[in-house]
């Protein structure tokens, strides 16, 4: 059974611009759940999706925003990359709402 | 605001002793603790989980203590291996569900298993 899967893995962008990360869930997984990790802050929450309606949110702004798929398959996009954006955008999936989070490995995204 | 801690940045221990790792959580309302292995350039990996209605409960190698007293998570791993080198995150869920969809992570403690 294949893991979680995000693409791209690494990705440079400039201060600016924008950029959209995707996720593909384990199969049958219809819980999405979106996460940055930076050494300063953690990991921190940044959505989670649950057949394709957004249930939580974590305190980022605007320029954060995700969607999810009728596959259950998600991307998150960021606009008007700032340098504190730099980070590991790690997405993880479970069956269910509340069942085990089963992480991928994460899209590095570094700001210049 | 909820806040997930650790007390300990850093953990260095010998192979084939227990390692103790504890994390301090400020959310009393919150009732599904989770504890995470990241190793270098992967994802956080599931370890172990627990309920508040729970103090205590056993995985292979791993036990997960929960003190709701003093508000007190810890993971203990017995015959400490080098394999278990890692990054260690407890986890807080405060999402309305009570499972796992919205997680507050503590720092982490890296953990060093000397040969």
């Known amino acids: 059974k294949a893991g979680v899967t995000q693409t791209p893995r690494y990705l440079i962008k400039t201060r600016g611009q924008q950029v959209t990360l995707s996720c593909s869930p384990i199969?049958?997984?219809?819980?999405v759940s979106w996460y940055q990790q930076t050494p300063g802050q953690g990991l921190q929450f940044l959505f989670e999706y649950f057949s394709e309606t957004q249930r939580n949110k974590g305190n980022f702004p605007g320029r954060f925003s995700g969607r999810q798929f009728s596959n259950s398959r998600s991307e998150m996009n960021v606009s008007t990359l700032e340098l504190g954006d730099s980070a590991l955008y790690l997405c993880?999936?479970?069956?269910?709402?509340?069942?085990?989070?089963?992480f991928g490995e994460g899209s590095r995204l570094t700001v210049l | 605001g909820e806040n997930v801690g650790l007390h300990l940045p850093t953990l260095s221990v010998q192979e084939g002793d227990n390692s103790i790792i504890n994390c301090a959580y400020s959310?009393?309302?919150?009732?599904?603790f989770i504890w995470y292995k990241q190793e270098s350039g992967k994802g956080p990996q599931f370890i172990i989980d627990?309920?508040?209605?729970?103090d205590k409960r056993q995985g292979q190698r791993v036990t997960v203590l929960l003190n709701k007293t003093v508000k007190h998570l810890s993971l203990q791993i017995a015959a400490t291996q080098p394999g278990d080198s890692a990054v260690y995150f407890c986890?807080?869920?405060?999402?309305?569900?009570?499972?796992?969809?919205?997680?507050?992570f503590g720092k982490g403690t890296k953990l060093t298993v000397n040969p």
């Open positions: 199969s049958g997984h219809r819980s």
């Open positions: 986890a807080e869920n405060i999402g309305p569900q009570g499972g796992s969809e919205k997680l507050v």
């Open positions: 993880a999936s479970s069956f269910s709402s509340g069942g085990e989070l089963f």
């Open positions: 959310n009393s309302a919150s009732d599904y």
């Open positions: 627990i309920r508040s209605n729970m």
